[in-house]
């Protein structure tokens, strides 16, 4: 080809995006050294150079953060107010941050999106959530070099950013709590189960019956969506498996209040025949009938770790996993 002139030459010539490239000639930790390495000697031997200006312009900073959301199920974005109070603290950090949030619906098929907010400038990076995207699109991301935070992957140590509450303590403190209220019957009403922060709740569940003593019957598990209607009917189909369960460990808030519901259609008292124990207090927990035992995740506190350590990121390239602690809250449900 003719002369290079532009990020778009350095890119065609080295088969990547333009903001690998800008990223590259900046020297930003986010690209890997074969890559930067390669894209370098590009720019070398076309005696290509990025003045301050054109530095600026070529790497698009939008200081815009992307909110991924991917098809779930009925009304999910609507109803779960835990994701609501998440999006509120996430909102709070990128303001403070000097950053906006701006909420995409992905096709949950489509390998490419990611490059279409980075190329086109739109983004800077995004936020996901564990419940509602796969490591398909995990490993896409990382693929791409794409600046990502995601919640609800267990604690551990990633070549991502993530935040996530400790879901294996939170299920066995859950259920421990019921065990010492004297409760053996006790049903597990889980969210999706193919969910990780679901399997480890349960793994939680599982260990805490363990350590008591108690077999684990399979007739006691049932798994919603995450929506209160999920929770009102794996409510009934327990009841009908197990007419003598005496609690139940729910893994959202929501569905926990549905499940008392049902509870008292069936005939029977909370917390005097069922104890009920639910997850992540959000607001409404507290004014449920009667106020609802849970497991507290402090859903603002965590919105806005997932936008501090994302812009954290973008600016420094530094990779953060963070645990927010399980805390169990008493009160009347139990």
């Known amino acids: 080809m003719g002369e290079v002139h532009t990020i778009a030459d350095i890119a065609r010539l080295a088969g990547v995006s333009?903001?690998?490239?800008?990223?590259?000639?900046?020297?930003?930790?986010?690209?890997?050294?074969?890559?930067?390495?390669r894209i370098c000697a590009l720019a070398e031997e076309h005696h290509f150079q990025l003045n301050v200006p054109a530095r600026r312009l070529s790497l698009q900073r939008s200081n815009t953060v992307a909110f991924v959301t991917y098809p779930y199920g009925p009304d999910f974005a609507v109803t779960d107010?835990?994701?609501?109070?998440?999006?509120?603290?996430?909102s709070s950090g990128l303001h403070a941050g000097q950053y906006d949030m701006l909420i995409v619906h992905v096709d949950p098929f489509d390998k490419e999106w990611p490059r279409r907010y980075l190329d086109a400038g739109r983004a800077d990076g995004f936020i996901l959530l564990s419940a509602t995207c796969t490591q398909g699109h995990i490993e896409t991301l990382v693929g791409m070099e794409a600046p990502f935070v995601i919640w609800g992957v267990p604690p551990g140590s990633y070549g991502y950013c993530t935040v996530s509450g400790d879901s294996v303590t939170g299920g066995r403190v859950a259920t421990a709590h019921l065990l010492d209220s004297e409760r053996r019957r006790i049903a597990f009403l889980g969210g999706p189960p193919a969910a990780q922060e679901v399997q480890d709740r349960f793994a939680g569940y599982e260990a805490a019956l363990d350590e008591a003593g108690v077999e684990l019957d399979p007739a006691l598990v049932a798994h919603g969506d995450y929506s209160p209607p999920s929770g009102a009917d794996a409510m009934a189909l327990l009841l009908e498996r197990a007419p003598d369960l005496d609690?139940?460990?729910?893994?959202?808030?929501?569905?926990?209040?549905?499940?008392?519901?049902?509870?008292?259609?069936?005939?029977?008292r909370v917390p005097e025949d069922v104890a009920v124990v639910?997850?992540?207090?959000?607001s409404v927990a507290r004014h449920a009938r009667p106020p609802l035992t849970t497991i507290r995740q402090n859903?603002?506190?965590?919105?806005?770790?997932?936008?501090?350590?994302?812009?954290?990121?973008?600016?420094?390239?530094?990779?953060?996993?963070?645990?927010?602690?399980?805390?169990?809250?008493?009160?009347?449900?139990?």
């Open 278 to 282: 639910g997850y992540d207090d959000v």
């Open 81 to 90: 107010v835990f994701l609501l109070e998440l999006m509120n603290g996430i």
């Open 299 to 334: 859903a603002p506190l965590a919105g806005r770790l997932l936008a501090q350590n994302l812009i954290q990121h973008l600016e420094t390239g530094v990779i953060t996993n963070v645990s927010i602690p399980a805390e169990l809250v008493v009160r009347e449900s139990t």
């Open 247 to 268: 609690a139940v460990f729910v893994n959202s808030d929501l569905m926990a209040i549905a499940a008392m519901d049902t509870i008292r259609a069936h005939g029977r």
């Open 18 to 37: 333009k903001s690998t490239v800008s990223r590259a000639l900046n020297d930003s930790p986010l690209i890997g050294a074969e890559t930067k390495e």
